[in-house]
């Protein structure tokens, strides 16, 4: 399958499965804002979601209940249609159910682990997801979480990492749409994980939607560590909010400049029907890389052989 002569991975994209498992975050955000608070901050979040729908005119998520089967098929054939060769899953619903999905068509899904890195059996389970599961990589929201992701306690998970040869999707900077409310906001910033990427030199993290709102954060980090990747995931209408001007075409300018394309992998953040796949993302991303005159070879590298890289597939 190619999109205008170009192979393309979808790194970071989320299975919209009907399983869900315990929310811990919404209970800790009851716990800190009850739930009368909560129901406004939220409404508050969703005005945003709602607004940046209505630029690429995304209808809302679908409210029928689908089983994982029929939601992977759908995704089959609309990947199909928009030419798009693989996706890679960060999330689906907890590590055993997502490899229930991967393994039903195991050329075009790969999937990641996404358990906690702070519970007692982390590194364990990782072992387990990978070996057994057949999990790619790793995906943490850093934002989300209400302990430092570069505290000492953390090592042996990053330990184990390193010794799986895993690449690792980390989120910084604000969550979802506007208003969102991370747990902790020391890990919003991408500087963070400066001390683990040191330590940890052999793991390649990638950093999703350009830092989401900590650019600049972003490519200090990348310029100090260079087993740090950036991946353009998502409607990026964090730039929106920038106090200077930022549009997407110099967004992918200025990263290109600071780092080349080696190190930037293509990513939507798709996930729910009717949209599917968000080819208006891929759309927008291609032109600009075209526009500010980057050569195939590069282009290539961003939308495919980057990804296929890190995940250990043939190119």
């Not at 129901?39 to 689908?66: A, C, I, M, N």
């Not at 967004?251 to 208006?280: A, H, K, N, V």
């Not at 291609?286 to 590069?298: A, D, F, P």
Request: with cysteine; aromatic share 12%.
């Amino acid at each position: 399958m190619v999109f205008r002569g170009i192979k393309i991975i979808d790194f970071h994209c989320h299975f919209p499965t009907s399983y869900r498992g315990p929310d811990t975050g919404s209970q800790r955000l009851v716990e800190k804002y009850g739930a009368e608070k909560l129901k406004f901050l939220r409404e508050q979040s969703r005005q945003y979601r709602d607004d940046w729908r209505l630029v690429y005119g995304f209808d809302p998520p679908e409210t029928v209940t689908h089983t994982d089967e029929e939601q992977a098929a759908r995704w089959v054939k609309d990947i199909d249609t928009k030419g798009v060769d693989r996706v890679n899953w960060v999330t689906g619903g907890g590590n055993d159910n997502l490899a229930k999905i991967v393994k039903m068509y195991p050329h075009r899904f790969t999937g990641f682990a996404h358990h906690s890195m702070f519970s007692e059996d982390a590194p364990v389970e990782l072992e387990r997801a990978v070996k057994e599961l057949g999990m790619k990589g790793y995906k943490i929201i850093a934002s989300a979480q209400t302990r430092p992701i570069d505290d000492k306690s953390t090592y042996p998970f990053w330990e184990a990492v390193e010794k799986l040869e895993l690449p690792v999707v980390i989120h910084f900077g604000v969550l979802g749409g506007g208003g969102s409310m991370p747990s902790d906001q020391r890990n919003m910033n991408p500087l963070t994980l400066w001390e683990i990427a040191k330590m940890f030199p052999k793991i390649n993290f990638v950093v999703p939607h350009f830092g989401a709102g900590w650019l600049r954060e972003l490519l200090m980090l990348c310029w100090f560590c260079r087993n740090v990747y950036i991946d353009t995931s998502g409607s990026n209408q964090w730039m929106t909010w920038m106090p200077f001007e930022l549009d997407l075409k110099s967004l992918f300018r200025r990263t290109i400049e600071s780092m080349g394309p080696d190190r930037i992998i293509f990513g939507t953040d798709s996930s729910y029907f009717p949209r599917g796949f968000s080819i208006e993302y891929l759309e927008d991303q291609m032109k600009v890389c075209r526009l500010i005159g980057l050569e195939q070879s590069g282009i290539e590298k961003i939308f495919y052989k980057n990804a296929a890289k890190l995940l250990k597939l043939e190119i």
